[in-house]
């Protein structure tokens, strides 16, 4: 019976390891900055109809729930740096195609 328990044990904590390994997180500090830069341009938006402005909160946080799920902590800070330095990169290229996904799901363009 021991031997049953401690196997349970055993895949139980290799089980909580691998999902805490699969899903990326990010820093506090790190959803805090995504969010305070996130949040003024969404509503500063040209292309947003005024009625749908209060769904910038939304629509953050389904990009940012997006981000933490495909890029690290480490790849966040490439991100940030490579979008303050205005450089054009693949990594920020993948990270734009989860935009139009968020779009679709909050404002249903």
Known sequence: MRR???AFAVVAIVWTIA?????????QFQRDEFTNGC??????????????????EAY????????????TSAQYEILERDARDNIDTPLLKEFAKIYPICSQRIFSY
């Open 4 to 6: 049953i328990l401690f």
């Open 60 to 71: 953050c946080a389904c990009v940012m729930r997006e981000g933490e799920s495909r890029f």
């Open 19 to 27: 999902a805490g390994i699969a899903q990326a997180q990010w820093t």
């Open 39 to 56: 949040l003024p341009s969404c509503r500063q938006s040209p292309n947003l109809r005024k009625n749908h402005v209060p769904r910038c």
